[in-house]
């Protein structure tokens, strides 16, 4: 079966593409999950739950921005230069999953003072809840996507695995 470029980058170099690229962003966004629901049923204000969410959302925030600038420059480039996409549906699921460091970005600098410094307390875990789920929307319409075969959309007879 043919793939598109995104498994393709998680199949290769097995297990260190996997765990890169896939495992620690994801596992950190769920934890920053977990955590968020506890933050916001038990009213957490401090704590050992509240800095353990500040810091996976400043790691994982930095760590998806270096994964962005990486494959931007090692495969959206080359790839939309030399006309290598595997279909839309290779673009989809590369751009969706790139699209990741729109959400986790912010929640890295917003936990650094950087942005929205004047928003309440609540406002902030409002925002913070909302970019949180709007990376594992993206992540997992990127795993969707990335998961199609692209010749049941077009026939492409010199895709290489």
Same mark, same amino acid.
């Given at each position: 079966?043919?793939? %598109? ?5 998680? =199949? !290769? ?12 962003? /994801?596992?950190?966004?769920? %934890? ?27 790691? !994982? ?14 495969? /959206?480039?080359?790839? %939309? ?8 549906? !290779? ?45 594992? /929307?993206? =992540?997992?319409? =990127? ?19």
């Amino acid at each position: 079966m043919n793939m %598109t470029h995104y498994m393709s980058l998680l =199949a !290769d170099n097995q297990p260190w593409n996997l765990i890169i690229f896939m495992a620690i962003p /994801v596992i950190m966004a769920e %934890t920053l999950t977990i955590t968020e629901f506890f933050i916001i049923f038990n009213k957490i204000e401090k704590g050992g739950i509240k800095t353990l969410n500040k810091i996976v959302g400043i790691i !994982d925030g930095f760590y998806f921005t270096g994964i962005f600038i990486y494959l931007f420059k090692n495969a /959206v480039i080359p790839l %939309t230069s030399s006309s290598g996409w595997h279909t839309w549906v !290779d673009g989809v699921a590369v751009g969706f999953y790139l699209s990741g460091v729109v959400f986790l970005l912010p929640i890295a600098l917003m936990e650094l003072g950087l942005i929205f410094k004047n928003k309440t307390a609540q406002e902030k875990m409002k925002i913070h809840f909302i970019l949180v789920g709007g990376f594992l /929307v993206v =992540a997992h319409v =990127a795993m969707i996507f990335g998961m199609v075969n692209p010749e049941i959309i077009s026939n492409m007879p010199g895709m290489k695995m």
